[in-house]
């Protein structure tokens, strides 16, 4: 009887499986061909179908949201060509879940529990105005009238109202809307920014609503005097003739595309971190030389401006802390003493910002120390910086003044030190020697030896800076020069001014890359040699702008980084994604000519997608990318050294693939702008969950976002899967 028993429980067992098998085989063969639409979830997965009025919604988001865990947690995929979702990795929980996409409106909140299959129906939007809603912020921002070509150069108060200094349309641009004007703060175009909030105030118009809404908030007197300088009358009728237009019911003219091929591979998590009235500029993840750094560790944020802390999210947990930074001297200027200009529609006349160290940028070391661009001490510098002093790079060129310093955290001591420069800082990346290279030094680029400290302690030996030098006599060394100011002379060197706002040491040959903002904006290369603060050469490649021997015409760097390659890549207030490759130069590199623009063929251009503005000549896209990042190592999953770009206003992440974007928007909170980008492995034989790409939404203005005030900066992750399947 027993031998019985256990010969029919075998095979009722072996027959279990066998089901199990199959079912399994036609779910994944469903998933690749022909059949009913059906997915297999693990139990921490969440995963369904999405349905609509005419049947399965492919390339819509599914979002799952849950309140439940340490800090709020969302994570949102795509569906597939069947409407097919799976959201996966959930921690147990229970999540709001519900669908988003062009051409709908929010379905009903689900609530759901991971292990469960959840098939959701999408809602059609009733007007075209209720999709518009959802539309990204650039496709309202192409709705703006800019200034006709004709019009420059400007004629000033009592002629056209454009200053004189605005030269062109494309200098316009830069100045008022795009990377270096509001956009480089702001996402405009969101529905913050696109209608004029009650809570303003009553104006008799457009223009006077504008004229007093760009002077509110701790910022107002900042943004108050560009739009004066670039012609405050024209500046105020342009954006207020933008929302004029919107309030009488003005629609975007072109429609976003929903996510299609890898994009909807797309995984992205999300958590809150800091707090409503703080905002975000850069977060640090790992080691850029070497991903592997920091595994699955704490994920770090600079709060620049706003307070004196890091956010710190721990995401295998889904924790948050904070790490405390300080000041050497305690007279170091602090932000809670600049009062609104005038009081903010969000805050009133609460100075939200409190902030003495403006933390910026970070860079990792091997060990996962954090060093970190922030300030400790008021302007003037150390008298081992200024003339009269033996430091070789204070004999060479001394300084005065700087801004910003450096702080350093430790996570095995858990304490975070301060470190004096003479020059100031901002971004900062490490060579292969681990010396620290900066942006923020004004005419000089610095560098710190982090070697030299950590085995000394000695902040001012382990330092040193350099002007930027041309070698314009052509010799290959540096020599006697002249000012910027004065002429090339060809028996001389000539001194440049070119403050880097992004750096990067070149990966093949050691040299530092930096981009240089203006119009029409540079890159430049420095070589330290032996001595840099007196063997360093520069050389500077200028963006072609009305360059007829260019291919295409741009303006205005921003964010740059390098590839295994040594070719840079930049971010342009013209809307384009560039490319600047050395070895394609025909020309000389050095000498009397070798002065900006004598490269155009070095120069590639990439329009970033989206719409343009209206009238607009000189610029290819309405959207707004402030800095980018190359992705070495394939942590997102789209192949070695693909760059990377926050599209700002077509709120995702911008991939060039093979010359071609594909974008990863993160439709949820609607609002995501983003800074910084890092990234890293957190598991070399994980596969897509092994590794990712992390940013952080860093507007001023977070209430500008969806949720409106109390809405708080958002850590993000971007994860490409194989399919819109994969678990």
């Known amino acids: 009887m027993r031998a019985r028993l256990s010969t029919f429980v075998a095979l009722a067992a072996f027959a279990c499986l066998a089901a199990a098998s199959v079912s399994l085989l036609v779910v994944r063969g469903e998933a690749q061909g022909g059949g009913q639409a059906a997915v297999s979830t693990d139990a921490d997965d969440i995963g369904g179908v999405v349905t609509g009025p005419k049947g399965p919604e492919a390339g819509v988001w599914v979002i799952a949201e849950t309140t439940e865990l340490p800090t709020p947690l969302r994570k949102i995929v795509v569906t597939d060509d069947r409407g097919r979702y799976l959201v996966p990795d959930l921690p147990k929980a229970t999540y709001d879940v519900w669908v988003r996409g062009y051409g709908l409106v929010d379905s009903p909140k689900t609530k759901a529990a991971p292990g469960k299959q959840l098939n959701l129906t999408a809602v059609q939007a009733p007007t075209a105005k209720a999709a518009a809603d959802y539309y990204p912020a650039l496709y309202w921002l192409a709705l703006l009238k800019v200034p006709p070509k004709s019009d420059f150069p400007g004629t000033g108060a009592t002629g056209n109202g454009i200053a004189p200094a605005m030269k062109s349309q494309g200098e316009w641009i830069r100045n008022v809307v795009n990377t270096d004007g509001c956009t480089g703060c702001h996402q405009m175009g969101n529905k913050?920014?696109?209608?004029?909030?009650?809570?303003?105030?009553?104006?008799?118009?457009?223009?006077?609503?504008?004229?007093?809404?760009?002077?509110?908030?701790?910022?107002?007197?900042?943004?108050?005097?560009?739009?004066?300088?670039?012609?405050?009358?024209?500046?105020?009728?342009?954006?207020?003739?933008?929302?004029?237009?919107?309030?009488?019911?003005?629609?975007?003219?072109?429609?976003?595309?929903?996510?299609?091929?890898?994009?909807?591979?797309?995984?992205?998590?999300?958590?809150?971190?800091?707090?409503?009235?703080?905002?975000?500029?850069?977060?640090?993840?790992?080691?850029?030389?070497?991903?592997?750094?920091?595994?699955?560790?704490?994920?770090?944020?600079?709060?620049?401006?706003?307070?004196?802390?890091?956010?710190?999210?721990?995401?295998?947990?889904?924790?948050?802390?904070?790490?405390?930074?300080?000041?050497?001297?305690?007279?170091?200027?602090?932000?809670?003493?600049?009062?609104?200009?005038?009081?903010?529609?969000?805050?009133?006349?609460?100075?939200?910002?409190?902030?003495?160290?403006?933390?910026?940028?970070?860079?990792?070391?091997?060990?996962?120390?954090?060093?970190?661009?922030?300030?400790?001490?008021?302007?003037?510098?150390?008298?081992?910086?200024?003339?009269?002093?033996?430091?070789?790079?204070?004999?060479?060129?001394?300084?005065?003044?700087?801004?910003?310093?450096?702080?350093?955290?430790?996570?095995?001591?858990?304490?975070?030190?301060?470190?004096?420069?003479?020059?100031?800082?901002?971004?900062?990346?490490?060579?292969?020697?681990?010396?620290?290279?900066?942006?923020?030094?004004?005419?000089?680029?610095?560098?710190?030896?982090?070697?030299?400290?950590?085995?000394?302690?000695?902040?001012?030996?382990?330092?040193?800076?350099?002007?930027?030098?041309?070698?314009?006599?052509?010799?290959?060394?540096?020599?006697?020069?002249?000012?910027?100011?004065?002429?090339?002379?060809?028996?001389?060197?000539?001194?440049?001014?070119?403050?880097?706002?992004?750096?990067?040491?070149?990966?093949?040959?050691?040299?530092?890359?930096?981009?240089?903002?203006?119009?029409?904006?540079?890159?430049?290369?420095?070589?330290p040699g032996p001595n840099p603060a007196a063997t360093a050469l520069s050389e500077i490649y200028e963006v072609p702008w009305n360059n007829p021997k260019a291919s295409a015409q741009g303006f205005a760097p921003r964010g740059m980084d390098v590839d295994s390659n040594d070719v840079v890549w930049t971010v342009l207030s013209s809307g384009q994604l560039a490319s600047f490759d050395r070895r394609k130069c025909k020309g000389p590199l050095n000498g009397p000519t070798a002065t900006g623009q004598h490269c155009p063929e070095g120069w590639a251009l990439y329009p970033l997608p989206g719409p343009n503005y209206q009238g607009a000549t000189d610029s290819a896209s309405a959207d707004s990318a402030y800095y980018d990042f190359v992705d070495r190592f394939d942590m997102l999953g789209l192949g070695k050294d693909v760059p990377l770009a926050t599209g700002n206003l077509s709120e995702g992440l911008l991939a060039l693939v093979d010359g071609k974007f594909m974008t990863f928007r993160m439709p949820y909170p609607m609002g995501f702008y983003a800074k910084g980008i890092d990234g890293r492995i957190d598991d070399p034989k994980g596969g897509w969950k092994g590794k990712g790409i992390w940013t952080s939404i860093s507007t001023r203005a977070p209430f500008h976002m969806e949720g409106g005030r109390g809405t708080t900066s958002k850590l993000v992750k971007f994860q490409v899967r194989p399919d819109p399947l994969s678990k």
């Open 192 to 527: 913050a920014t696109r209608e004029i909030p009650a809570s303003l105030g009553t104006f008799k118009s457009g223009a006077e609503a504008w004229d007093r809404r760009i002077q509110s908030g701790q910022a107002g007197g900042a943004m108050s005097a560009r739009f004066t300088q670039v012609g405050r009358a024209r500046a105020v009728g342009m954006w207020a003739d933008w929302t004029d237009r919107i309030a009488a019911g003005a629609l975007p003219a072109a429609t976003p595309a929903r996510p299609q091929g890898r994009e909807r591979n797309v995984v992205v998590t999300m958590w809150d971190w800091a707090d409503p009235k703080v905002y975000l500029h850069d977060e640090i993840a790992s080691d850029k030389r070497n991903p592997l750094v920091n595994p699955n560790g704490p994920i770090y944020g600079a709060l620049e401006e706003s307070a004196d802390y890091m956010p710190v999210v721990m995401p295998g947990h889904n924790g948050v802390t904070q790490v405390k930074l300080q000041v050497r001297d305690p007279k170091t200027p602090s932000q809670a003493n600049n009062p609104p200009a005038q009081p903010s529609p969000y805050w009133g006349e609460e100075a939200i910002w409190t902030s003495q160290t403006t933390a910026h940028s970070f860079a990792m070391d091997g060990q996962s120390r954090v060093w970190i661009a922030a300030r400790i001490r008021p302007n003037p510098t150390a008298d081992f910086c200024r003339k009269g002093s033996s430091h070789p790079s204070a004999q060479a060129f001394p300084i005065e003044q700087s801004g910003r310093q450096m702080q350093m955290y430790d996570p095995k001591t858990k304490k975070v030190v301060t470190i004096d420069l003479c020059f100031g800082t901002h971004h900062l990346n490490f060579d292969k020697n681990d010396v620290l290279w900066y942006t923020g030094g004004g005419p000089v680029e610095g560098w710190f030896n982090t070697r030299i400290y950590l085995e000394t302690g000695d902040e001012q030996k382990a330092q040193g800076w350099t002007p930027f030098i041309l070698d314009t006599n052509g010799n290959g060394k540096r020599d006697a020069y002249n000012e910027p100011n004065e002429a090339i002379d060809p028996a001389k060197d000539h001194r440049i001014n070119a403050p880097f706002y992004g750096v990067a040491p070149s990966p093949v040959d050691g040299a530092i890359w930096g981009s240089v903002q203006g119009m029409p904006g540079s890159v430049v290369r420095l070589v």
